[in-house]
């Protein structure tokens, strides 16, 4: 079956320390996308990327990095730069930028100690 | 800038009754719209979405949405509702500009049996 997977669906970081989210698709999608959800608000772009080696940033960049070198793969590390990063992270993937639906993964949810 | 305005944080409703959830959005620019579903702890499930054509949107699980452009809105009906249908419902739009989307700030959807 087709799809994103994100691991570890539950990560705890203790303050201070760099964690890295998994994100995986196997849709042959170019475009992917990191999400932040907090309660009681919308999604909010973290970083995008169009293709492979190339990412953009989003509305709320400061505090993570990304990187693209495969097209099935676009990890998100959370640094001790960001200073509330307990929230669940989705992922997302597109056929490009312009398409017009995006898959989501399942999240993940960073709890900072 | 696009913004998007989900009126209601969240709405009870008795099992088998109507429901409308509303969505409007700031720019009568050329838009596309979508309606997405989470379910708890899990990433988000496209309901439907309006690209072109005509105003009535039918998508999964029973629901359907009207696009209204003069009232810049996008409300997402269902004739009768299923505790399955628990869940947070977001709005989102697309400028087709930069195919960005903009998130609303979600609807909890609670069944009442």
């Known amino acids: 079956d087709g799809g994103i997977t994100q691991s570890p669906k539950y990560l705890f970081r203790k303050e201070g320390q760099n964690v890295t989210l998994s994100c995986e698709q196997n849709l042959n999608h170019d475009a992917m996308y990191w999400y932040r959800q907090d309660p009681g608000q919308g999604l909010r772009l973290i970083y995008y990327s169009q293709i492979v080696n190339d990412f953009q940033k989003g509305d709320i960049a400061e505090g993570y990095s990304v990187s693209r070198e495969k097209k099935e793969s676009f990890p998100l590390t959370v640094t001790s730069a960001q200073k509330n990063p307990t929230a669940f992270y989705l992922c997302a993937s597109s056929l490009g930028l312009a398409d017009t639906e995006q898959f989501f993964g399942p999240g993940t949810r960073l709890t900072v100690l | ?113």
């Open chain 2, 1 to 113: 800038a696009q913004s998007v305005t989900q009126l209601d944080s969240q709405v009870p409703v008795f099992e088998e009754a109507p429901v409308e959830l509303r969505c409007n959005y700031s720019s009568s620019v050329s838009v596309y719209l979508f309606w997405y579903v989470q379910y708890p702890n899990q990433g988000l499930q496209l309901l439907l979405k309006y690209l072109s054509g005509s105003t009535l949107v039918k998508g999964i699980n029973g629901f359907e949405a009207e696009f209204n452009k003069s009232q810049t809105s996008f409300h997402l009906r269902k004739p009768s509702v299923h505790i399955s249908d628990t869940a947070e419902y977001f709005c989102a739009v697309s400028d087709r500009s930069n195919y960005q989307l903009i998130w609303g700030a979600g609807t909890k959807l609670i069944i009442k049996p």
